[in-house]
């Protein structure tokens, strides 16, 4: 594709300082996004898949800002806001925009749904009070709830109708690319369709690009054209679902299909279990970071660490081995 | 004669807005060696059955108002509670969803489980302690006489879940109830502590009771399912009855509402329309009716009576034999 990207991140590394001892001095650092570069393009969907702790959430909010990455850049549409500050943000605010997982905790329950879904325009200074309320209806109706919710606050919903709030709010200004952090993990599974059909209709009616983070590669194939699996603040492998899922080349992500439960009591494989926690980002293991939990592991592999190299057009794997 | 044989359960909890049915008039049954689980949405009622079973309802709001709990042919719920904390971990096991708030942070591990095992036994402390190694080491935890003088926070999450499973199981309990015990975990954590729970099982010839949200993980642990619905059982039977051929139109629509590994990436999921009723304002008739895509002028007046599907296979539902 000759377009310019979306969105391109290259080589970015978000390094909390961990503070130690009586005198909090910062001797380690939680590598927790180490070296990623990645890119989306218009109307895609790119999943973002790996265990807690892996440096995903993290990575979701240095696209937005949220933290100021240590090292590397974001592309916007081809322009850096990696350093962007105050109002020359406003712009890419308005077009990069976040769901949360919790609906309850990033909604304020003070305000009305109506002042939450109000606020972006104010902050944007676009439209006046009749034109905003307006909007705020439409939007209400694009997901699904009904007109009268704007004088009712957060409490009165259930969960899904909460992240329903969160996915108007995130759209309200019309952006081009939403980072949905582990939209429908809190929600239960009769939600959780409704909620997934919901985002993959608003990206056909308005052509938005996704980064898509969760931890469920299930509910990840289900609505990403390309997967990512992190693993300890780096790519262990991308490539298309169909891929990922059928011709997996990393051990890790072979152990990740292998370790979701199928909902078929026919199918009675045994599961390939592998052992071990995942290590600490403070102090990851050398070489390659899923040495120590590797099947396949070798000497080169604890001393060496893999780089992610391509095996076809699309498809990347950070592995010393062909396996 | 089953293990456990739960008829007619009934439990009420008093809250500020009166007085609401948690879990309405249940029945089943888990025969000795037997994995059966019981699978439902949030507010279902299913960790309240588990509550009950256990008589550790939170009090004095809770309240178990019928039915009785047939545990080797005594009936739990009449016990008085001096005799009940004997069946209490050392008859009847319990591991609960997250294993932090389970266990007691500024207890050692050893002390806690040599703590069960002192009370329902006659060992002196050494045998108590050397116990407690022998069971941490069964649980897979590795070096175990260090981990007895650790606390809960200098473990990660899995070796936390296998430390709360190790001292469910410390005495060896005829039946362990496990409530959503991997739902806190990442996806291979999860698979490794349900294949313990299974080897474990099988070890010692116990029944086990599994409560969790994902089928899933129901069709690949257990042989028997009650599927539960707002304070109500919709289905039961063997898993193979109940993923072959459901027969409650709830069960049907959670079976089809799952995004797949083999669905059609951004294909349109089935839904189930609206939500779970509140407890407070239950439907009069069937609990269901007002999202089933069923339903009938019958289903609004009455609740459906239990109808035999097969041998062990029962639906509560007036349509089953049409849809």
């Known amino acids: 594709m000759p377009d310019t990207p979306i969105l391109e991140v290259r080589d970015l590394k978000m390094h909390f300082p961990v503070n130690e001892g009586i005198l909090l001095r910062t001797n380690k650092f939680n590598k927790a996004v180490d070296g990623i570069s990645l890119s989306i393009q218009a109307g895609e969907t790119l999943g973002l898949v790996g265990e807690s702790g892996c440096g995903k959430s993290t990575l979701g909010r240095c696209i937005t800002r949220l933290y100021q990455p240590t090292s590397g850049s974001i592309f916007f549409e081809g322009q850096d806001i990696t350093r962007l500050k105050g109002n020359a943000l406003l712009p890419f605010r308005q077009n990069i925009q976040m769901i949360f997982q919790d609906p309850m905790e990033s909604l304020n329950a003070r305000h009305t749904v109506g002042d939450i879904l109000e606020e972006p325009f104010i902050v944007q200074k676009i439209g006046d009070r009749i034109s905003r309320k307006k909007r705020v209806q439409e939007l209400l109706e694009i997901v699904g709830l009904p007109a009268r919710s704007t004088s009712r606050y957060p409490f009165e919903f259930s969960g899904g109708q909460r992240q329903r709030i969160g996915i108007a709010r995130s759209i309200a200004l019309n952006p081009k690319l939403v980072i949905c952090d582990e ?43 390309r997967i990512a699996i992190m693993y300890l603040g780096k790519v262990a492998e991308s ?11 990393h051990p890790y992500t072979r152990s990740l299909i292998s370790a979701i439960p199928i909902p078929d009591p026919h199918r009675k494989i045994k599961r390939q279990v592998i052992s071990g926690d995942v290590p600490s980002p403070i102090d990851p293991p050398s070489g390659c970071s899923f040495h120590p939990r590797c099947p396949h592991v070798t000497d080169r592999c604890k001393h060496e660490p893999p780089q992610l190299r391509f095996i076809d057009d699309k498809h990347l794997v950070s592995c010393h081995f062909d396996l | 004669m089953p293990l456990l044989e739960i008829s007619n359960l009934t439990t009420e909890f008093d809250t500020d807005e009166g007085r609401v049915r948690a879990v309405d008039q249940i029945s089943f049954s888990a025969n000795a060696g037997e994995t059966l689980g019981i699978v439902g949405e949030s507010g279902c009622g299913k960790s309240v059955t588990a509550l009950s079973i256990m008589r550790l309802l939170p009090q004095p709001m809770g309240q178990i108002v019928g039915g009785s709990v047939l545990f080797q042919g005594r009936d739990l719920t009449k016990l008085p509670l001096s005799e009940m904390e004997k069946v209490r971990g050392n008859e009847i096991g319990m591991v609960f969803q997250e294993p932090m708030s389970a266990l007691n942070p500024v207890h050692t591990i050893g002390k806690q489980l040599a703590e069960g095992l002192l009370l329902h036994n006659d060992y002196g402390v050494q045998k108590a302690l050397k116990e ?38 410390a005495c060896k309990p005829a039946l362990l109830i496990a409530d959503e015990p991997t739902t806190a975990l990442d996806v291979t954590i999860q698979a490794q502590i349900l294949e313990l729970i299974k080897e474990l099982q099988t070890e010692m010839g116990m029944s086990v009771i599994l409560i969790t949200h994902d089928l899933g993980v129901i069709a690949e642990t257990c042989e028997q399912v009650v599927v539960m619905y707002a304070g109500k059982i919709a289905e039961k039977g063997s898993v193979f009855d109940v993923f072959d051929n459901p027969s409650h139109p709830y069960t049907r629509g959670l079976l089809a509402s799952i995004p797949r590994l083999t669905t059609q990436p951004k294909s349109k999921l089935s839904v189930i329309d609206g ?49």
């Open chain 2, 132 to 169: 407690s190694i022998d069971i941490l080491d069964r649980v897979g935890i590795a070096s175990p006489d260090v981990r007895m003088g650790e606390y809960p926070h200098q473990l990660s999450g899995g070796m936390r879940q296998r430390v709360v499973i190790a001292i469910a199981l």
């Open chain 2, 275 to 323: 939500m779970v009723p509140g407890l407070r304002d239950l439907p009069a008739g069937c609990r269901f009716e007002n999202r089933c895509p069923y339903a009938r002028q019958a289903c609004t007046k009455s609740v459906p009576p239990i109808q035999i599907v097969e041998k062990r296979h029962e639906v509560s539902c007036f349509r089953w034999r049409d849809i």
């Open chain 1, 239 to 249: 490539a298309a679902g169909e891929t990922i899922y059928h011709h997996p080349k």
């Open chain 1, 183 to 225: 939209p429908v993990s809190a929600l239960d599974v009769s939600i959780q369709s409704q909620i997934l059909n919901l985002l993959i209709d608003l990206q056909k009616e308005f052509n938005l690009s996704y980064l898509f983070i969760a931890h469920d590669l299930a509910v990840v194939k289900h609505i990403s054209d």
